[in-house]
């Protein structure tokens, strides 16, 4: 377990790489030194692009739907930000390079660290699913601190934003956390920014508004608690259902787009549903909600389940770089950690 001395209060948000910070992303401002109206620039940050290398995010039919913006200043601005920011090909070695970028957040059990391949990635989205209380809004609350630890602690050295759409966020409950890790819990709070969520729609523009406020202050992680529920209340039955996969897919796509253009690590939990088709012979016939859609936006996906007591296993469901693996953690007062024996 991870335990430090309480006098060795931690400095936190030490900017002590703030030389590679300036690489991540281009400012919007930029675009002004190459020729275009500063007025324009205004209406893209209206819209929540802040930084060029989340324009080049965009489609050219989504900006022309920017109020003020024709198709060829659309194109113009286009052209500009091509100029500022490499959007082409590289090479393995520099993708190589690219990935060095990526920050790991310890989750306060070193056994689902190991599992992770050192701790929640960021630039990725992590999803984990499972029932109620198989300990993922638990993780969600650790991770809240252990991401404001600095980087040769495990932690990302950044803010933490929160999105909770089942109202289960309990600021009360990161104290007993962060005098786990020897933080002061004052400060920790301070350095959380959260919003509840109350219709799908409200959620989308609460991620939108995200990017003014990372494009200034290091943010290192987003959590959104559940990223599915509001989905499965505002659109019912059959009927509603492609629409419901429709917008699911937009507001997943701005995730990915976030944690790709502020290096920021998003973990989002999911519900399970019950699956009748899932036969005798399969022993838990149920599975993530969200569908095909969730299941390809996540870049890691984790399944939860309840162990005995206060024990707690994660199965490595599905990840481009861990092989399918299950490690055991137990939920503390002190948050999320080693399963003692």
């Given at each position: 377990?991870?335990?430090?001395?309480?006098?060795?209060?931690?400095?936190?948000?030490?900017r002590?790489?703030?030389?590679?910070?300036?690489?991540?992303?281009?400012?919007?401002?930029?675009?002004i030194?190459?020729?275009?109206?500063?007025?324009?620039?205004?209406?893209?940050?209206?819209?929540?692009?802040?930084?060029?290398?989340?324009?080049?995010?965009?489609?050219?039919?989504?900006?022309?739907?920017?109020?003020?913006?024709?198709?060829?200043?659309?194109?113009?601005?286009?052209?500009?930000?091509?100029k500022?920011?490499?959007?082409?090909?590289?090479?393995?070695?520099?993708?190589?390079?690219k990935?060095?970028?990526?920050?790991?957040?310890?989750?306060?059990?070193?056994?689902?660290?190991?599992l992770?391949?050192?701790?929640?990635?960021?630039?990725?989205?992590?999803?984990?699913?499972?029932?109620?209380?198989s300990?993922?809004?638990?993780?969600?609350?650790?991770?809240?601190?252990?991401?404001?630890?600095?980087?040769?602690?495990?932690?990302?050295?950044?803010?933490?934003?929160?999105?909770?759409?089942?109202?289960?966020?309990?600021?009360?409950?990161?104290?007993?956390?962060?005098?786990r890790?020897?933080?002061?819990?004052g400060?920790v709070l301070d350095?959380?920014?959260?919003?509840?969520?109350?219709?799908?729609?409200?959620?989308?523009s609460?991620?939108?508004?995200?990017?003014?406020?990372?494009?200034?202050?290091?943010?290192?992680?987003?959590?959104?608690?559940?990223?599915?529920?509001?989905?499965?209340?505002?659109?019912?039955?059959?009927?509603?259902?492609?629409?419901?996969?429709?917008?699911?897919?937009?507001?997943?796509?701005?995730?990915?787009?976030?944690?790709?253009?502020?290096?920021?690590?998003?973990?989002?939990?999911?519900?399970?549903?019950?699956?009748?088709?899932g036969?005798?012979?399969?022993?838990?016939?149920?599975?993530?909600?969200?569908?095909?859609?969730?299941a390809?936006?996540?870049?890691?996906r984790?399944?939860?389940?309840?162990?005995?007591?206060?024990?707690?296993v994660?199965?490595?469901?599905?990840?481009?770089?861990?092989?399918?693996?299950?490690?055991?953690?137990?939920?503390?007062?002190?948050?999320?950690?080693?399963?003692?024996?």
């Amino acid at each position: 377990m991870l335990a430090f001395k309480p006098e060795e209060q931690l400095q936190l948000i030490e900017r002590e790489e703030i030389e590679d910070e300036d690489d991540l992303f281009e400012a919007i401002d930029k675009l002004i030194s190459h020729g275009i109206n500063a007025g324009d620039v205004k209406k893209l940050q209206d819209a929540g692009i802040y930084t060029c290398n989340g324009l080049m995010m965009h489609t050219k039919k989504n900006l022309t739907g920017i109020k003020g913006l024709s198709e060829a200043k659309v194109d113009k601005i286009c052209e500009a930000a091509e100029k500022i920011v490499n959007f082409g090909y590289i090479t393995g070695s520099d993708a190589l390079l690219k990935r060095k970028q990526v920050v790991r957040i310890t989750t306060g059990s070193q056994a689902l660290d190991e599992l992770l391949g050192g701790g929640i990635e960021t630039s990725a989205i992590t999803e984990a699913f499972g029932e109620f209380r198989s300990g993922k809004t638990q993780l969600a609350h650790t991770l809240c601190v252990s991401t404001q630890l600095p980087t040769s602690m495990k932690g990302g050295n950044g803010k933490v934003a929160y999105i909770d759409t089942e109202g289960t966020f309990r600021p009360d409950r990161l104290v007993p956390i962060a005098e786990r890790f020897g933080m002061d819990a004052g400060a920790v709070l301070d350095n959380i920014i959260y919003a509840r969520a109350y219709t799908h729609e409200h959620q989308y523009s609460l991620l939108l508004g995200l990017a003014a406020k990372m494009a200034e202050e290091p943010f290192r992680l987003l959590i959104v608690d559940s990223v599915i529920a509001l989905f499965r209340v505002d659109f019912t039955g059959r009927g509603e259902l492609a629409e419901r996969q429709q917008k699911l897919a937009q507001m997943l796509s701005r995730l990915i787009k976030i944690a790709e253009e502020f290096n920021v690590a998003v973990y989002m939990t999911n519900q399970v549903i019950a699956d009748p088709g899932g036969g005798v012979f399969i022993s838990d016939p149920k599975k993530p909600a969200g569908g095909h859609v969730l299941a390809h936006a996540a870049t890691i996906r984790l399944m939860f389940r309840k162990g005995k007591g206060e024990q707690r296993v994660c199965k490595v469901f599905d990840a481009p770089n861990l092989p399918e693996a299950e490690a055991i953690f137990q939920i503390t007062p002190g948050g999320i950690a080693d399963a003692k024996d």
